[in-house]
T-cell receptor, first 114, second 111 residues
């Protein structure tokens, strides 16, 4: 079974802190994604990566950056956390050659910025 | 801006009845469509995918796709309390596998 893990289930940070959210997948997937999910807005893509050191902005990249130094790990960075970044953050991965386009999700990190 | 629209609900369904969920999308070139189920506090899990016009059945779930009308639906037959969840419609955006998600429809199955 595909396994996608995220470093924390719950996280509380203060405004202005630098925050790292880590995601690791164990199925040698090329593509990895970071989403945030807010009530009534669904999942919105922040960034995605199609290979090591490769990244592309999604729909809402402002205030975020990412890092992918190894194939299995994709990190989301909040350079200076703000209260409007309080949200559920979901990581997903998929195999590039998988024509079904199915994405496998991690358990999510609920981040609260106070 | 590509859009995926769903009724937010809640859709209240008696146990044993059929739940019908609808989704419309704006991008005519989309080729792959997905239904994810998300329980409260959990991450989405894929329950159905559909790529061709028509119906696709998997157990109690049936997905229906009409590309001409840009419409995809999900039927849940013999609804159970365990089906109470939010159902997310997703549409692929490009060859990298990016998905555009709807906001989700909350389904509540009442005993």
């Amino acid at each position: 079974d595909v396994k996608v893990t995220q470093s924390s289930r719950y996280l509380v940070k203060r405004t202005g802190e630098k925050v790292f959210l880590e995601c690791v997948q164990d199925m040698d997937h090329e593509n990895m994604f970071w989403y945030r999910q807010d009530p009534g807005l669904g999942l919105r893509l922040i960034y995605f990566s199609y290979d090591v050191k490769m990244k592309e902005k999604g729909d809402i990249p402002e205030g975020y950056s990412v890092s992918r130094e190894k194939k299995e790990r994709f990190s989301l960075i909040l350079e200076s956390a703000s209260t409007n970044q309080t949200s559920m953050y979901l990581c997903a991965s998929r195999k590039q050659r998988d024509l079904s386009y199915e994405q496998y999700f991690g358990p999510g990190t609920r981040l609260t910025v106070t | 801006q590509k859009e995926v629209e769903q009724n937010s609900g809640p859709l209240s369904v008696p146990e044993g009845a059929i739940a019908s969920l609808n989704c419309t999308y704006s991008d005519r070139v989309s080729q792959s469509f997905f239904w994810y189920r998300q329980y409260s506090g959990k991450s989405p899990e894929l329950i159905m995918s559909i790529y061709s016009n028509g119906d696709k059945e998997d157990g109690r779930f049936t997905a229906q796709l009409n590309k001409a009308s840009q419409y995809v639906s999900l039927l849940i037959r013999d609804s159970q309390p365990s089906d109470s969840a939010t159902y997310l419609c997703a549409v692929n955006q490009d060859s990298w596998g990016k998905l555009q998600f709807g906001a989700g429809t909350q389904v509540v199955v009442t005993p």
